[in-house]
């Protein structure tokens, strides 16, 4: 832990991009997901492969890759990382979508932004791609699942 403060301020407390040079080179893994509510009818339509927008699972899982790889341009402070790893795995229940990112990289930070970015790029793909069936869905549950390497050590959320 960091013990309360904000490594992404300076002395001044403007916001600055935190110096990572002198970190070690680790592997690193995140794990996030998020899940879409839906009416049963707009995820058996997923499920199916009958929303006109075309297939709502692969184009998710494209979303998701892409924003994982392009977090750095979305989250102003975060680094720019080369990815060894990104998995996005989309499950279809009776009223949901569940969204589920890995991803991994060796290097001098860790990958929890990109793994969170992945699940909401791919959650709100499935809302844009359904919207017309289903307008009432909910992106919900948008959470870091597990992380491990680096300095501050492993971390798993309790089921």
């Known amino acids: 832990m960091n013990d309360g403060v904000f490594t992404h301020l ?6 600055h991009m935190v110096d990572v040079g002198d970190k070690e080179v680790t592997r690193r893994r995140a794990v996030a997901r998020s899940v879409v509510a839906m009416e049963p009818t707009t995820a058996a339509a997923i499920a199916d492969g009958d929303v006109k927008k075309g297939d709502v699972l692969a184009v998710a899982r494209i979303a998701g890759i892409q924003a ?20 996005v795995d989309l499950t ?15 290097g001098l930070t860790g990958v929890e932004m990109e793994a969170l970015h992945a699940c909401t790029a791919a959650a709100l793909t499935i809302y ?6 289903d307008r009432a869905m909910v992106i919900s549950d948008v959470m870091l699942i ?5 300095r501050s050590g492993d971390f798993h959320r309790p089921e």
């Open 10 to 15: 300076d002395e001044s407390g403007a916001a």
């Open 68 to 87: 994982a790889k392009r977090t750095a341009d979305i989250i102003p402070l975060c680094h720019p990382l080369l990815l060894s790893k990104v998995a």
């Open 92 to 106: 279809v229940e009776h009223s949901s979508v569940v969204v589920k990112a890995v991803v991994e990289t060796t």
């Open 128 to 133: 844009d791609m359904c919207k017309a069936l």
């Open 146 to 150: 597990e992380k491990s390497g680096g």
